[in-house]
């Protein structure tokens, strides 16, 4: 039995806190999801880690989480105190996986026949992991452009509540993402109202950042402008949330 993981300074809980950074998750070609309820949705769709950092004499859900692992999957005993120094979240958590970081330029970038979302420079990575959720949910599949955050980032994994698992992402240009489907542009106050569209066959929906919206040549290029029409004194909806009602009424069209 391997000793104790006790120090915060260890080489190895060193190495897990540099997944924090994008950089170093890109050199490791590791990512890191923190806490029993994200283990648990990896191993619902058959994505076990590569190696869990977790608790001496874990308590029972965890215990059938841990006996659940296959063989293959590398086990390291750490402290409470080091797992919080390896991890993102101020209370810490009694496990940490460690998943390899897929190339998502080698992705294909829509599902064949069924909606997909398009996020143009999406900086915020709570939105991107936000999005992850509400496409698992759905059934829908995600690309992001170059200069959108990573999904793979602590708090994009947070907020996808383990859909990064299960949803198929991909990076790709709006040329390459847009192929074989019907673009819609989501822009405030643009085009028709998206309910009055008939959303037949594959649709990629195509939202930017709230900060900047889409450029001029992305929204060109696409077949649909359309908007969420909103009451009359409200803001833009959070990119995210609208996100989710493109998807919604995109469901609500195939019955």
Known sequence: MTETITSTHNSRIRAVRKLRERRHREQARLFMAEGEDMLAAALAVGTPPATVFAVPDPPPALADLLGRLPP?????????????????????????????????????????????????????????????????????????????????????????????????????????????????????????????LSLEGPVLFTLGSERTGLPDEVMAACDEVAHVPLESDADSLNVAMAATLCLYEYRAHHG
């Open 72 to 196: 293959g999957v590398e086990r390291v005993t750490a402290s409470p105190e080091a797992l919080a120094a390896a991890g993102s979240l101020g209370s810490g958590s009694r496990v940490i996986g460690l998943w390899s970081l897929p190339d998502l330029e080698q992705v294909e970038p829509a599902a064949p026949g069924g909606p997909a979302l398009y996020l143009h420079d999406v900086a915020d990575p709570g939105n991107i992991g936000t999005v992850l959720r509400a496409a698992r949910a759905f059934g829908a599949a995600v690309v992001l452009s170059s200069r959108s955050a990573d999904p793979f980032g602590p708090k994009a994994v947070r907020a996808s509540m383990g859909a990064v698992f299960g949803r198929p992402v991909a990076r790709a240009d709006f040329a390459r993402a847009r192929e074989g489907s019907c673009a819609i542009a989501l822009v405030p106050g643009g085009g028709r109202p998206l309910r009055e």
